[in-house]
């Protein structure tokens, strides 16, 4: 990762991503983020030389619509561990005298896709095979089965980071 890409928060701190300092300059120049951090690396200008935050925050909230957290089976595997969201059995754990693998759990539509249902982060849940079994084409309130967390879209703070970062970023980034 180049020491001359920036991480640039929303208002809230929340990291929106990873930019170039050349897209940093111009947020900089048209007054829409304040500096994040006291690192900063040095750019030649025109006259002078320019000091760029390694890390700058929006000055106004944006609303991202989730960008990049795109649904998928697996995102929905990797959001809820392989954990069973009806009665927590996960991988390593025993069911019907068999060892759990993560290949062994499925999705379940919560709002079943024969009534309407749709693949979405809020409709959708890891199941085990045997609660999705009972569960079948009914709605969790039917079948007498109860979620054990409310599913939801990932935060953006899934933006993971590894290697050689600056360290003005590691208090805002998932280390991976
Ligand atoms: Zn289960």
Not at 6 to 24: C, D, F, M, S, W
Not at 25 to 43: H, I, K, N, Q, W
Not at 82 to 102: A, F, S, T
């Amino acid at each position: 990762m180049s020491t001359a890409s920036v991480l640039l928060l929303n208002a809230g701190y929340e990291p929106l991503g990873i930019i170039t300092h050349r897209r940093a300059l111009s947020l900089m120049l048209r007054g829409r983020v304040e500096p994040a951090c006291d690192e900063s690396f040095e750019m030649r200008g025109a006259s002078s030389d320019i000091h760029i935050p390694t890390v700058i925050r929006l000055r106004y909230y944006v609303n991202v619509p989730q960008r990049g957290i795109h649904w998928s089976r697996q995102a929905v595997f990797r959001r809820d561990q392989y954990i069973c969201g009806y009665c927590g059995l996960k991988p390593g754990d025993k069911q019907r005298g068999q060892v759990m693998k993560p290949g062994d759990f499925t999705i379940d539509h919560i709002l079943p896709v024969s009534r309407g249902g749709k693949s979405t982060w809020g409709n959708t849940v890891c199941a085990c095979p045997v609660c999705n079994q009972r569960k079948a084409d009914r709605l969790p309130n039917e079948a007498g089965m109860k979620l054990l967390w409310e599913p939801k879209t990932p935060r953006s703070t899934y933006l993971v980071a590894s290697g050689d970062i600056p360290a003005s970023w590691k208090i805002y980034l998932k280390m991976g």
